[in-house]
């Protein structure tokens, strides 16, 4: 934008320029011209709204803990670590990515609580394994308490809350939310046992599989609100087909050779 000067003010439209009042003052700006999208470009909008709508769907699955947990712009945190995923499909399927077609581990170690990790309060790994005939297995090592978690130091007790998503990759829309009533920790204990979950689930074709767990610590019947003493994060993100884990296996990039070329050209003097 720019100010008129002259003499003589104009006020419309002149070509591509635009002449009118702004308050006390003649101004004059460029027409807003509309850019034409490149075809490179839809693809990648396409693909940008395939991955919102898919973060979306993971944070509405697990609702009760992005409740309990949230905090630090969850939204956008997630739609970059699903986009993150969607950057290791192929470029050929750009404009029609799928979930499907993506490291779909890149969503393990999630947080939602962007202030605390929840390795720091429970300081052992949940394993996963699914048994041949489709059971899927979560395990809680032994162990005593005090290797395995960092309490509030005024708790009486920590509850572990976990809940599972597997839902199908084929656009089909099939789905599971799995809610699990919570595990009540005495921190009173110096022991904890080993203890197990198993879901009998559907693995029929190609299925995501996600874990989300989180901690918090009560005195009685009160939860510490102090982010610092909870945490809930994605344990496990697997892709399973018919009850086998999928390993994501990203294609090499072709890299172009370079060929010498066999008669080089010369200069020519053409003046002594």
Known sequence: ???????????????????????NTDVVRQKATRKQQTEASKK?????????????????????????????DLVNRLNKRVIEIFKTIQAEKAGNK?????????????????TKALDQLWLRETDVCIEPDGLVKLTLPRGELKSLLKPHPKASDARLQLMGFHFDLDDTGGFEIMEVNDLVIPLNNSHFPKTSLTLNLNHQGDKALIFAMGISFFNGGARFADRRYYACKIIHALHVKDGVIVNFVARP???KEVVEQANKLNWVVEEG
């Open 253 to 255: 990039q072709v890299e």
């Open 44 to 72: 990648s909008s396409r693909d940008f709204g395939t991955a919102s709508r898919t973060a979306a769907y993971v944070r509405k699955a697990f609702a009760p803990l992005v409740k309990l947990y949230a905090y630090g």
């Open 98 to 114: 799928r979930l499907m077609d993506g490291d779909i581990t890149l969503l393990k170690g999630f947080e939602l609580n962007s």
């Open 1 to 23: 934008m720019a100010n008129q000067n002259g003499i003589i003010k104009i006020n419309g439209q002149l070509g591509d320029l635009v002449f009118y009042k702004r308050g």
